[in-house]
């Protein structure tokens, strides 16, 4: 244990192992990867696929060390009961920091299958990280804008083939797809410009769920809504809630874990009719509720150790 360093010391120690890790577990995976590209046999690729997530996994499990390494962290999760590590789930979470990913990978590496994410094409340009994602087959998409749409109406439905053309390599080794509604990590400041209705959260998009459930929703088993917290974390610093994180500052982390039954999108309704599109979102809209009025009981009950604590 460091936890008793100085801060500054702490996240600098953290962030050098949290490279280090990525770095080494990014490049095996990437280098499997590239050797799958050579293997002619479905069964072969696989198998590689398989054990690069055994790599993930190992990420994974080396990030909850590092931060039981600075600091002295209070898990506190419920919902993992009855979870299928050999199932097919999509993911729904509240996005609150850059140690999001992180966290949830570490908490649910031996619950469910290694999570996947869709991520802007750009992003597979960042070194290792960025290879390292390509070769666990993490779908890079490209969005058309609504402006790129409307001057180009051939472009219609290229996003979803996209997304069908991603999601059949997740057919044969159970997978986990993880969407931040939000679209963004929450800022005070995007919830003010948003105007909000929820005190906790941004508010959600039904876009990015609708185009994978349409792509493969027969495929999942269950639909995880997640709410993640860091209740002790100052939201307001100017270092971020990453910073609180990693410099040990962040004492406990809350996760709830929820298991909904699976929406059914019919891809021709859903993109041409308008009615159906709202009314998807209206049940996104009240998940949000909900989980806003979780996360506000949530720092509830934390304000009493906080006070202790002062």
């Given at each position: ?12 120690i ?58 002295k ?70 969005r058309t ?38 679209g ?16 906790h ?6 876009g ?19 709410t ?57 809209n ?25």
């Amino acid at each position: 244990m460091l936890s008793f360093l100085p801060g500054p010391i702490l996240f600098f120690i953290s962030s050098l192992l949290l490279i280090i890790n990525t770095v080494v577990w990014a490049g095996l995976i990437s280098i499997g990867g590239i050797i799958k590209l050579f293997v002619p046999v479905a069964l072969g690729r696989n198998h590689i696929s398989r054990l690069m997530n055994r790599f993930m996994w190992a990420w994974a499990s080396c990030n909850g060390g590092i931060l039981n390494l600075i600091a002295k962290i209070e898990w506190d999760i419920e919902g993992l009961e009855g979870l299928d590590e050999n199932g097919w789930y999509l993911i729904i979470s509240n996005h609150v920091s850059g140690f999001d990913i992180a966290a949830q990978t570490y908490i649910l590496r031996n619950n469910v299958p290694m999570m996947k994410f869709f991520l802007k094409r750009e992003l597979i340009f960042v070194p290792f990280l960025g290879l390292g994602c390509w070769a666990l087959d993490m779908p890079f998409m490209n969005r058309t804008s609504p402006a790129k749409l409307k001057k180009n109406p051939k472009l219609k439905g290229k996003d979803l083939e996209t997304t069908r053309k991603a999601c059949e390599k997740f057919i044969h080794i159970p997978t986990s797809i993880i969407n931040y509604v939000e679209g963004s990590r929450f800022t005070e400041d995007k919830h003010r410009r948003q105007q909000s209705p929820y005190r906790h959260l941004l508010r959600p998009k039904a876009g990015g769920i609708a185009f994978t459930l349409s792509a493969m929703g027969e495929q999942f088993t269950g639909l995880l809504n997640m709410t993640l917290a860091y209740p002790d974390a100052d939201a307001k610093a100017k270092e971020g809630i990453l910073y609180e994180v990693m410099s040990g500052r962040v004492k406990k982390i809350v996760v709830r874990i929820e298991q909904m039954p699976v929406p059914e999108v019919d891809s021709e309704v859903y993109f041409s009719q308008a009615e159906t599109r709202v009314e998807f979102q209206r049940w996104l809209n009240q998940v949000w509720f909900d989980k806003d009025q979780q996360l506000e009981e949530i720092f509830q009950q934390h304000v009493p150790d906080q006070k202790q604590d002062n």
